[in-house]
């Protein structure tokens, strides 16, 4: 909400400002913020649903959404940005027409800037507190924004001093950020989408949890997949086969216990394969009885 009090102000003030000025350079910031503005409605939307409970139909619960939500501010960003270029190439073509800026569109720029940049520590803060990887996309759209106040004021700036071309370019290099951030939001939520595996990083953590519980021998067939900002852990334990269904169940209770404590896993499957027993093959110890 604080998102979207902050872009509502600079999306009116911009737009009229830059109209007025005649500054292509900050109606494309402004029609960023408005980008803001529908991504900061997507993501009160998402919010809402990825917390609601598993049902009949959605077992494995509605964090997806979470993932979707960070998809469409990515296809968002794609689109804000290529019509930005657009715009910008075809008033290159006719440099004579480019008009001198206002100098007051120079110092809405400015205030763009400074806000842009606070929101973005503001809402990255928040995101890092409560693991929300849609909160974060929202949070860097906000630094995206930052920058290209920061772009906008220096094209202006330039205008003013007598480079009329200085407004469009700064208007063209927007777009481009635009595009790059866009891209980068929309390939990493589709790739979760796809039921990507966590790091390599994330993943040896997790083993490590894992054959360090007593009474895991070893661990194979693991698999790792996204849901939201939580993970989803496939795993077959190998523990001794002389052990009874009690024992063997109480092990990889504690192993996805281990795991759950520390890493932000969503839930751990687990498999017992029955292997012989030898001394000094367990992961972490005996077995509980």
């Known amino acids: 909400m604080v998102s979207v009090a902050v872009n509502i102000v600079l999306t009116i003030a911009q737009m009229a400002i830059g109209l007025f000025a005649h500054s292509a350079a900050l109606v494309a910031d402004a029609i960023h913020s408005l980008s803001d503005l ?104 906000a630094r ?65 949890h894992l054959l360090s519980t007593p009474g895991v021998h070893g661990i194979h067939a693991m698999k790792t997949r996204k849901l939201g900002d939580m993970i989803w852990v496939e795993v077959d334990l190998e523990m001794d086969g002389a052990l009874t269904i009690a024992q063997g169940h109480a092990i990889a209770t504690e192993a996805r216990k281990r795991v759950m404590q520390y890493e932000p896993v969503l839930d751990v499957t687990t498999h017992f394969d029955p292997v012989a027993s030898s001394a000094g093959q367990s992961g972490g110890g005996s077995p509980p009885p």
């Open 144 to 208: 995206s924004d930052a920058a290209s106040s920061l772009v906008v004021a220096i094209g202006i700036l330039a205008n003013l001093v007598g480079f009329p071309l200085a407004d469009p370019l700064a208007a063209l290099i927007v777009g481009l950020m635009i595009i790059r951030m866009g891209w980068k939001f929309f390939f990493v939520s589709f790739n979760d989408l796809m039921d990507q595996a966590v790091d390599e990083v994330t993943a040896e953590r997790i083993r490590g």
């Open 38 to 141: 529908v991504s900061d409605g997507v993501v009160l939307v998402a919010n809402r649903h990825s917390q609601k409970a598993p049902d009949a139909g959605h077992p494995y619960g509605h964090r997806r959404f979470e993932t979707a939500a960070a998809l469409i501010i990515g296809a968002l960003l794609l689109s804000v940005g290529i019509g930005m270029l657009w715009s910008s190439f075809v008033k290159l073509q006719s440099p004579e027409n480019i008009p001198k800026v206002h100098s007051i569109a120079l110092a809405v720029a400015m205030l763009a800037l400074v806000s842009k940049e606070i929101l973005f520590r503001y809402l990255l803060g928040v995101a890092k507190s409560v693991r929300s990887s849609m909160l974060a996309a929202n949070a860097w759209h």
